[in-house]
Each structure stands twice: as structure tokens, then as C-alpha cells.
């Protein structure tokens, strides 16, 4: 109940499409949700319509996401090799090896080994906590979300923009406990049909309790602004 109250406060203050996503490592058995072949991004996109999926190593079918989420070692060698040729060659998201070797090694870690399985499902469905809420939304609905968050500790969340999905509005925020804010990778983006102005917004779940409580304090939320006299403009 206490994460479907949640759910109801953002649904009603932000007017949110999507449904905000409860996502959970786990190594606990859970019987919540789908399980089935599936892409990490593609769960995210069905999620945020209201499905629920557990994932694990046989059931997730992109090799780079198994790897960033922790299902499969790193790769090496000549697996290393080919997804070099895949992302410059084939997907041709990046101009070179060394921009590749650049991109993966100035950012946090994958989550190698994490856990046995991950739980994505809309907040309201959860039943064990959250390691992290995702946000699909508008650039507006994101302004507010990241001006509650840090509301009480005036702190700027450092930011992994660029990058996989599955990695830039998950891995990230569960390796580093920072907020972030991505525009994910084009290929997730166009193949999983994700609307044009989506934006994904990741929270720590530590985080949540201290932004939902700014949001009666905040004009970000729901109080309402009061311009002292003196700092009117006529």
C-alpha cells in the first residue's frame, strides 16, 4: 500500500502518461510479473504501461544489457572485438574504438554480478522495495521532479547522459546512488518506439520519501509561489 500511495502522489501532482516504475535487484524468489524473452528496454517501455517483468540471465535477451545489469561478464577478446565493429560499423553510435573505449571507461562500472534477477513494474504493483523509481517524462515534469529532489540539500546530482538505456536510467543510479537524467541511446529509442519528448528520470529510492515531502514546501510541487510586494514588477 505504502508504494501504491506513492504512485497516487505522482500520478496526481505531475498529471504523469506513464506510470512511474519500481525497479528492484534482487536475489529473493518473487512471482510478481512476466517471465519470458525480453529486452531490458523493452520491459522499461511496457512497464511504464503497466506490465510487470522479472529478469533474469535466461531471460534477457540483449547481450549488452545482460552485461551492464550484470547478467554476463564484460566482454573480452573477440566478443569485444565484434561489438567494437557493431556499435561503430553497424549500429554506428559512436566514430571509433577509442570513442567506445573512451565512453566505457570514463563512466561508472556495470553492475557485474549484482544480483540473480530484476524486478521491473510500475511503483503501484511493488511488493518489495524499490532500489530505484524511473520516470518517463516530459522535460517540464523533469524540471520539477530533479527541483524537489533537491530541495532540501541544495546538491546538483552529477549526471551520466549519454550511454546504453538500459545502463544511462538504471545502472547508473544503482551504482552510484545519484539521481540522473538521460535521453537514453538512439537505437533504444527508436526501435522500442519511446515518444519523442520522453526523457528518463531516475531517483534513488532513498531519495523519494525527502521529495515527496518537499512537494507541499516546493513551487515545484504544489505550493503556491509568494512574491513579497517590494520584488514586484509593475
Known amino acids: 500500500m505504502k508504494y501504491k500511495k506513492q504512485a497516487d502522489v505522482f500520478k496526481k501532482i505531475f498529471e504523469l502518461k506513464y506510470e512511474p516504475m519500481a525497479i528492484s535487484f534482487t536475489n529473493d524468489e518473487i512471482q510478481l510479473g512476466r517471465y519470458e524473452k525480453i529486452s531490458i528496454c523493452k520491459a522499461m517501455n511496457l512497464a511504464a504501461e503497466g506490465e510487470s517483468f522479472i529478469i533474469d540471465e535466461e531471460v534477457s535477451i540483449c547481450p549488452g544489457g545482460s552485461q551492464f545489469c550484470g547478467f554476463s561478464e564484460p566482454h573480452t577478446g573477440e566478443q569485444k572485438r565484434r561489438l567494437q565493429k557493431f556499435l561503430t560499423k553497424g549500429e554506428k553510435l559512436t566514430s571509433s574504438i577509442v570513442s567506445f573505449e573512451r565512453m566505457k571507461k570514463l563512466a561508472i562500472p556495470p553492475a557485474t ?42 546538491l546538483s546530482p552529477q549526471q551520466q547522459i549519454i550511454g546504453a538505456l538500459c545502463y544511462s536510467a538504471i545502472v547508473y543510479t544503482i551504482m552510484s546512488g545519484n539521481t540522473n537524467m538521460t535521453v537514453g541511446d538512439w537505437t533504444a529509442r527508436s526501435h522500442q518506439g519511446f515518444g519523442p519528448d520522453v526523457i528518463f528520470l531516475s531517483v534513488p529510492y532513498e531519495r523519494i520519501h525527502n521529495l515527496i515531502a518537499a512537494i507541499p514546501h516546493c513551487s515545484a510541487g504544489d505550493a503556491d509561489i509568494d512574491i513579497p510586494e517590494e520584488s514586484q514588477s509593475d
Open 113 to 154: 554480478a549484482l544480483s540473480d534477477r530484476i524486478v521491473i513494474c510500475p511503483l503501484e504493483r511493488s511488493e518489495i522495495r524499490p532500489d530505484m523509481i524511473l520516470f518517463l517524462c516530459n522535460a517540464e515534469v523533469a524540471c520539477r521532479l530533479i527541483t524537489l529532489d533537491t530541495y532540501w540539500d541544495g
